[in-house]
């Protein structure tokens, strides 16, 4: 059964299915613990996570894979689409790697930390799964794949065999119609009831690094991409973008450049870019200033000067204040599946493209419009500057972000309450505050240039300290859809939760 746009919204009701990472209230949240990276695969099957520690954590369905059984009798298919309409899926805990380790650029005196800003699944056409992750400057990818391992049980050595023909004699045994072997004066002989104390089969996960893309970029990587053509990916910095082969580790092309021949001329910086879904040539990336720019690789080598702009008109010709640059900064863009939409993020709004129309967004759905009055306050504890991801259903029909207080936003366009729908991330409906972290030195970033701009003519802006009512500290940044269901993968501090409609 098909459902419409006003059934399907109508229709959702969102609760938490599984939560993973949850601690007591006494239990200190441990700044490497913090999830800082989410993406499902393209099947839905398999779910990364990574941490500030540099991990990339794995998930995987509890029932199996989701992939359709070319081998499937009629009736098996029709019992699994009756379980799948009214299941949602689960997930287990599969394997961990350690992605990346903390480095020091010795060069320029920087300290590299291990956090992965980004996860990204790649095509898999031999079963394994090929997973690209990246911190500030190195990007990796890793092949993890099941193997079947022999483990060892009991080996009860023949007194006539010696240490150095034990393998030989392994495998003369595995072959019946193999003639006894003499090798160096010995003996093999090999009794029967011997193959069940030898070996044991058993399932193991390996990750194993395929390829490292080091010494690209001067400044923070903030996001990668991977291409449709399951060839190539790019990965952006604040200023610039560039365009990688799987199979070349060594060579790049840089295909967006916005470093000026004065720093000091510098206006925005890259925020997030991405490949459109259906057509490899095309690519969006985000800036500082609120603006998305669409670009076709095939027009130039340098694609920043043949861009198309959406921009939202509405907000260039309004009223203007210290925070309008601040607060209109993208952090995150997403393609819908169909390629003629695109959701981006600033701090206020969620807002919903269509590329063919490049003056206004098609809706903007507000987000922290509550908090306006508080900009200041929310400056100068630099909670203006928190990067909010964002996230499309399969069908390009619903919308989702996150906000404070541990808040995931879920938004319907055309239909609903232009609110949108509010639910608290995790079980328990009355969760304690998720406790800070303790703060890190703050690093030489591009994009963190205008926290400390006019800081002085403004810390004392307001008057007096008001305590906000929402919580700054339990803020829900990072979230994943899954694409074939209504199942929201959301991370608060060290904390995976699940939820379904």
């Known amino acids: 059964m098909i459902l419409n746009r006003e059934e399907a919204s109508a229709s959702l009701e969102w609760k938490c299915s599984q939560a993973f990472g949850e601690r007591n209230p006494d239990e200190e949240l441990q700044d490497v613990d913090i999830v800082s990276a989410i993406e499902f695969d393209k099947t839905g099957d398999y779910l990364a996570v990574g941490d500030r520690g540099g991990r990339v954590i794995l998930f995987e369905t509890v029932g199996g894979k989701n992939t359709p059984n070319q081998h499937i009798s009629i009736s098996e298919l029709e019992k699994e689409m009756d379980f799948t309409s009214t299941s949602h899926p689960e997930y287990r805990y599969k394997t961990e790697f350690q992605s990346h380790e903390p480095e020091f650029d010795y060069l320029k005196s920087l300290e590299i930390e291990e ?71 010995y003996h093999l002989e090999w009794t029967e009831n011997m193959a069940t104390k030898i070996a044991n089969v058993g399932n193991s996960v390996h990750a194993r690094c395929q390829k490292v893309y080091p010494h690209a970029h001067d400044f923070n990587i903030n996001s990668i991409s991977n291409n449709s053509d399951c060839e190539t990916f790019v990965s952006a910095d604040d200023l610039r973008i560039n365009l990688w082969n799987l199979e070349i580790s060594d060579q790049c092309f840089n295909i967006v450049d916005m470093k000026p021949s004065n720093m000091d001329d510098l206006t925005e910086v890259i925020t997030s870019a991405e490949f459109h879904p259906i057509y490899c040539n095309l690519l969006a990336y985000s800036s500082s200033r609120g603006f998305v720019r669409l670009v076709d690789m095939r027009q130039s080598a340098l694609c920043d000067h043949s861009a198309r702009i959406l921009r939202d008109a509405a907000e260039s010709h309004g009223s203007k204040s210290f925070f309008t640059e601040i607060i209109a900064s993208i952090s995150d863009i997403k393609f819908a599946n169909d390629g003629q939409h695109l959701l981006s993020r600033d701090y206020m709004n969620l807002k919903l493209w269509d590329i063919r129309m490049d003056s206004t967004p098609v809706v903007t759905f507000k987000i922290h419009e509550h908090l306006r009055p508080k900009l200041c306050d929310l400056y100068n504890n630099d909670s203006i500057f928190d990067k909010f991801e964002c996230s499309v259903s399969g069908d390009g029909l619903h919308f989702a972000t996150g906000s404070y207080s541990n808040l995931l936003r879920i938004f319907s366009h055309g239909v609903g309450s232009a609110g949108g729908i509010t639910v608290e991330a995790g079980k328990n409906e009355n969760r304690k505050p998720i406790l800070q972290a303790a703060p890190r030195a703050r690093r030489s970033s591009l994009s963190n240039l205008t926290r400390g701009l006019y800081r002085q003519a403004h810390e004392n802006s307001s008057s007096g300290h008001h305590e906000l009512s929402y919580n700054l500290s339990s803020k829900l940044l990072h979230l994943a859809w899954h694409p074939t269901t209504n199942l929201i993968a959301c991370a608060n501090g060290n904390s995976l939760f699940f939820h379904y409609a």
């Open 115 to 185: 956090k992965i800003n980004r996860v990204r699944w790649c095509a898999a056409p031999n079963g394994s799964m090929f997973i690209l992750s990246t911190n500030d400057k190195t990007i990796k990818l890793w092949k993890v794949r099941d193997q079947k391992v022999k483990k060892i049980k009991e080996m009860d050595h023949f007194p006539f065999v010696s240490s150095e023909n034990t393998l030989l004699a392994e495998k003369n045994f595995m072959n019946e119609h193999n003639p006894p072997s003499f090798a160096h004066g």
